[in-house]
């Protein structure tokens, strides 16, 4: 059984950074694709970047691309999302997801994964 945990969140200023992470704390990952999504309130939970397992696949959201980095480290069962020159439109909770294997058409559809984190909130002040 996957679990994932999420840390990393907190309060930022408009231009910084944050690195969040995704641990799964239950079994060793093999083929396992990770993903990240985010709610803002009163929205719906969108997308934002996917990556496979080998890491080489990597799936970005419009609204993030060239500013969010996503990886991961298989030694350490740890996925991470680098976020850089944040805004107030980011603000929101952010959810790691996983699934078994990585789908390369449909890597953004909230409903293929299976596991998901309990969220970190992520607010950025203008």
């Known amino acids: 059984q996957v679990q994932l945990v999420e840390s990393g969140g907190g309060l930022v200023q408009a231009g910084e950074s944050l690195r969040l992470s995704c641990a799964d704390t239950?079994?060793?990952?093999?083929?396992?694709?990770m993903a990240w999504f985010r709610q803002a309130p009163g929205k719906d939970r969108e997308f934002v970047a996917a990556?496979?397992?080998?890491?080489?696949?990597?799936n970005y959201a419009d609204s993030v691309k060239g500013r969010f980095t996503i990886s991961r480290d298989s030694a350490k069962n740890t996925a991470y999302l680098q976020m850089d020159d944040l805004g107030p439109e980011d603000t929101a909770v952010y959810y790691c997801?996983?699934?078994?294997?990585?789908?390369?058409?449909?890597?953004?559809?909230?409903?293929?994964?299976?596991?998901w984190g309990q969220g970190t909130q992520v607010t950025v002040a203008s």
């Open positions: 990556i496979n397992w080998s890491s080489a696949f990597k």
């Open positions: 997801a996983a699934r078994p294997g990585y789908s390369v058409t449909y890597y953004y559809r909230e409903a293929l994964y299976e596991s």
């Open positions: 239950g079994r060793a990952w093999s083929n396992i694709a």
